[in-house]
Antibody
Framework: EVQLVQSGAEVKKPGESLKISCKCS????????IGWVRQMPGKGLEWMGI????????RYSPSFEGQVTISADKSINTAYLHWSSLRASDTAMYYC??????WGQGTLVTVTS | DVVMTQSPLSLPVTLGQSASISCRSS???????????LDWFQQRPGQSPRRLIY???NRDSGVPDRFSGSGSGTDFTLKISRVEAEDVGVYYC?????????FGQGTKVEIK
């Protein structure tokens, strides 16, 4: 059974860094692209970027280029989404997704002073 | 980016009746391999999105046959026949032909 299990909710201050994770199981991790999707409170879905774990090739949506970093560790079948300096506007639910079919449970990130 | 436009944005429906959601793309979604990468997702309140339909009209496993997708080029439709209470939520179309992939604004389905 394919499962994507994300790390837990986070509360951070503006300017802090954060890395959230997505642990994948039930399939060959290096075979499929993993993506990250943002959903701001009460809003719709936005693609942030995708990574191919076999070689870490990464593509970012122009709206998120330079704002976040997507990475993967194929030794532990885990993908990551990293911010070096959070803003209040990063407050959102973040989902990892594999081939659009399998979704993680979401990680709620709250950035507040 | 390819803009996906859904209508209506709110859809009150009577239990047992059918409902249709339209999705239009700002350019053709036919890819060079001949496929059209248009998916439909359901997001129930408090849950992660779930894909219902892929490549216009293919139902994912476990999706009731009350859900059907159709369309071509730039115009697509999701139809829900015999709406049930469990169908309440927000429905999104998404194009996967071009990067970045883009979603429609979402259509909120509620029971009258």
């Amino acid at each position: 059974e394919v499962q994507l299990v994300q790390s837990g909710a986070e509360v951070k201050k503006p300017g802090e860094s954060l890395k959230i994770s997505c642990k994948c199981s039930g399939y060959s991790f290096t075979t499929y692209w993993i993506g990250w999707v943002r959903q701001m409170p009460g809003k719709g879905l936005e693609w942030m970027g995708i990574i191919y774990p076999a070689d870490s090739e990464t593509r970012y949506s122009p709206s998120f280029e330079g704002q976040v970093t997507i990475s993967a560790d194929k030794s532990i079948n885990t993908a990551y989404l990293h911010w070096s300096s959070l803003r209040a506007s990063d407050t959102a639910m973040y989902y990892c997704v594999q081939t659009q079919h399998y979704w993680g449970q979401g990680t709620l990130v709250t950035v507040t002073s | 980016d390819v803009v996906m436009t859904q209508s209506p944005l709110s859809l009150p429906v009577t239990l047992g009746q059918s409902a249709s959601i339209s999705c239009r793309s700002s350019q053709s979604l036919i890819y060079s391999d001949g496929n059209t990468y248009l998916d439909w997702f359901q997001q129930r309140p408090g849950q992660s999105p779930r894909r219902l339909i892929y490549k216009v009209s293919n139902r994912d496993s476990g999706v009731p046959d009350r859900f059907s997708g159709s369309g071509s080029g730039t115009d697509f439709t999701l139809k829900i026949s015999r709406v049930e209470a469990e169908d309440v939520g927000v429905y999104y179309c998404m194009q996967g032909t071009y990067w970045p992939q883009t979603f429609g604004q979402g259509t909120k389905v509620e029971i009258k």
